[in-house]
């Protein structure tokens, strides 16, 4: 279901089919981003934080106006359609995703997450770190990082400590931090 300006609001996908339609302008830049995310973030009464830019995509926080994490967007640059982002945001998000009614107590620590983090990413070989866990509800949000520098982002649940690789952002390019 379509609603004014292109925005999809409705039962089904995400707990409320959060989508908005780009204008079809190519998103290039930081700045262009996050005004698309601001437009976005108005809509569901939150604000944008950190914007992130990546070889394949627009990555952006949305925050309660208290400064808490809320979800995570995408911004597609080649049209400017912004959405909820796939993976964690939708599956885990207990506010914001398509689980929402489905609530589950928090069993993982910040800390635990990170440990969980590091370790899934040892034992797979790489040499990647992660920073600190950011708490969205139910799961955090890690960026991963190589030789101090950010390169990625992963997340782990809150209730289950599964992890997931955030493996379609493609190549860290930059962070808009607000």
């Given at each position: 279901?379509?609603?004014?300006?292109?925005?999809?609001?409705?039962?089904?996908?995400?707990?409320?089919?959060?989508?908005?339609?780009?204008?079809?302008?190519?998103?290039?830049?930081?700045?262009?981003?996050?005004?698309?995310?601001?437009?976005?973030?108005?809509?569901?009464?939150?604000?944008?934080?950190?914007?992130?830019?990546?070889?394949?995509?627009?990555?952006?926080?949305?925050?309660?106006?208290?400064?808490?994490?809320?979800?995570?967007?995408?911004?597609?640059?080649?049209?400017?359609?912004?959405?909820?982002?796939?993976?964690?945001?939708?599956?885990?998000?207990?506010?914001?995703?398509?689980?929402?009614?489905?609530?589950?107590?928090?069993?993982?620590?910040?800390?635990?997450?990170?440990?969980?983090?590091?370790?899934?990413?040892?034992?797979?070989g790489s040499d990647?770190?992660?920073?600190?866990?950011?708490?969205?509800?139910?799961?955090?949000?890690?960026?991963?990082?190589?030789?101090?520098?950010?390169?990625?982002?992963?997340?782990?649940?809150?209730?289950?400590?599964?992890?997931?690789?955030?493996?379609?952002?493609?190549?860290?390019?930059?962070?808009?931090?607000?």
């Amino acid at each position: 279901m379509t609603g004014r300006d292109g925005c999809a609001w409705g039962p089904g996908m995400m707990g409320g089919g959060y989508w908005q339609r780009g204008d079809g302008t190519p998103v290039e830049t930081l700045n262009q981003a996050v005004q698309r995310a601001e437009t976005f973030a108005d809509r569901l009464n939150l604000r944008v934080g950190e914007v992130m830019q990546f070889s394949k995509n627009f990555y952006a926080e949305l925050q309660t106006h208290e400064g808490k994490p809320a979800t995570e967007i995408l911004v597609d640059p080649s049209d400017g359609d912004t959405g909820i982002e796939y993976g964690p945001a939708m599956m885990w998000n207990t506010d914001y995703g398509m689980h929402q009614r489905g609530r589950t107590e928090n069993r993982i620590s910040p800390a635990e997450a990170q440990e969980r983090a590091q370790k899934w990413l040892h034992d797979r070989g790489s040499d990647l770190t992660v920073g600190e866990a950011e708490a969205f509800p139910g799961y955090y949000t890690l960026h991963t990082r190589r030789s101090g520098e950010t390169s990625g982002m992963l997340s782990v649940s809150a209730s289950t400590g599964a992890v997931w690789d955030h493996t379609w952002h493609g190549v860290y390019i930059s962070t808009s931090e607000r």
